[in-house]
């Protein structure tokens, strides 16, 4: 798919710099067996918002750019580099998350830390993930996504430390947070009867909506309730786990491809979510 061939060149393009050698590897490795899920939705929410008949047919070409200031990233690299920003905070998220659950460090016999082979893995997937995420922080900086994604770590740290204490109860948790964001979803008063694989779906939840609000800011609208609902019925179907782009994305209904002319926007993700 064109699409995530170009999410994935504009993701390379922003690890290219890495060194060493063995590190740089690993993140093009981890790129080359990546999903591009959150990329592409991200090029087909601008694609559908920027349609001018606001049927979503206008044929993306990859130069949708943002009225930044002449030193931005974006303004050469369009649309694509944006898309690969959202892309880069899911995959050092999701490869933090992996870690969180299967420390390399800790040894299976005695439950403590060792100097062994999967303990310096683990050194270099942590490294990793910190440079994905903070390369993907680079390219949305200046862009209106900027603060959701934030909002999105943000979320992810809340929810692993709440995720933690309920695999430590070995139970569903009470959290005693008032937060109502989406990105909190799971630290509402209410909120009882959570279990771990619940918590950490919110990450493919949050960065979805990242993606349909990175795609409209970038062309200077905010998302619509369909391309919000588009995003929800993506991350009740996926859970923990992109599948590859045509089985997650194709044949969706309603497509994000085909809004309504009078179908107005919306700023959930902008306001009403995010405080």
Same mark, same amino acid.
């Given at each position: 798919?064109?699409?995530?061939?170009?999410?994935?060149?504009?993701?390379?393009?922003?690890?290219?710099?890495?060194?060493?050698?063995?590190?740089?590897?690993?993140?093009?490795?981890?790129?080359?067996?990546?999903?591009?899920?959150?990329?592409?939705?991200?090029?087909?929410?601008?694609?559908?918002?920027?349609?001018?008949?606001?049927?979503?047919?206008?044929?993306?070409?990859?130069?949708?750019?943002?009225?930044?200031?002449?030193?931005?990233?974006?303004?050469?690299?369009?649309?694509?580099?944006?898309?690969?920003?959202?892309?880069?905070?899911?995959?050092?998220?999701?490869?933090?998350?992996?870690?969180?659950?299967?420390?390399?460090?800790?040894?299976?016999?005695?439950?403590?830390?060792?100097?062994?082979?999967?303990?310096?893995?683990?050194?270099?997937?942590?490294?990793?993930?910190?440079?994905?995420?903070?390369?993907?922080?680079?390219?949305?900086?200046?862009?209106?996504?900027?603060?959701?994604?934030?909002?999105?770590?943000?979320?992810?740290?809340?929810?692993?430390?709440?995720?933690? +204490?309920?695999? %430590?109860?070995? !139970?569903? $948790?009470? /959290? #005693?947070?008032?937060?109502? &964001? *989406? @990105?909190?979803?799971?630290?509402?008063?209410?909120?009882?009867?959570?279990?771990?694989?619940?918590?950490?779906?919110?990450?493919?939840?949050?960065?979805?909506?990242?993606?349909?609000? +990175?795609?409209? %800011?970038?062309? !200077?609208? $905010?998302? /619509? #309730?369909?391309?919000?609902? &588009? *995003? @929800?019925?993506?991350?009740?179907?996926?859970?923990?786990?992109?599948?590859?782009?045509?089985?997650?994305?194709?044949?969706?209904?309603?497509?994000?491809?085909?809004?309504?002319?009078?179908?107005?926007?919306?700023?959930?993700?902008?306001?009403?979510?995010?405080?």
């Amino acid at each position: 798919m064109e699409q995530a061939d170009s999410c994935r060149r504009a993701a390379s393009e922003a690890i290219a710099d890495v060194e060493p050698p063995q590190l740089h590897d690993y993140l093009e490795a981890t790129l080359d067996e990546a999903s591009m899920v959150p990329g592409v939705l991200t090029l087909e929410s601008a694609t559908a918002a920027a349609a001018p008949d606001g049927s979503g047919r206008r044929e993306f070409e990859g130069d949708l750019d943002t009225d930044h200031s002449d030193d931005s990233p974006n303004d050469s690299d369009g649309i694509a580099t944006q898309a690969a920003g959202v892309q880069l905070i899911y995959e050092g998220l999701r490869l933090t998350r992996s870690l969180a659950h299967d420390e390399p460090w800790t040894t299976a016999e005695t439950g403590t830390t060792a100097e062994t082979a999967d303990g310096q893995a683990g050194d270099l997937e942590i490294l990793a993930a910190d440079i994905l995420v903070a390369r993907g922080f680079y390219l949305l900086a200046r862009t209106d996504a900027a603060g959701k994604a934030v909002r999105t770590v943000q979320a992810f740290g809340r929810d692993q430390t709440q995720r933690s +204490t309920v695999a %430590a109860t070995d !139970g569903p $948790t009470r /959290s #005693s947070s008032t937060e109502t &964001t *989406a @990105e909190s979803a799971t630290h509402t008063d209410d909120n009882t009867g959570v279990d771990p694989a619940t918590i950490d779906a919110n990450l493919e939840r949050n960065i979805l909506e990242l993606a349909v609000l +990175t795609g409209t %800011a970038a062309v !200077g609208t $905010t998302p /619509s #309730s369909r391309l919000l609902a &588009t *995003a @929800e019925t993506i991350a009740d179907a996926v859970d923990t786990d992109f599948p590859p782009v045509p089985e997650c994305l194709d044949g969706l209904e309603p497509s994000f491809s085909e809004q309504s002319l009078e179908e107005q926007p919306t700023d959930r993700a902008t306001s009403a979510t995010d405080p």
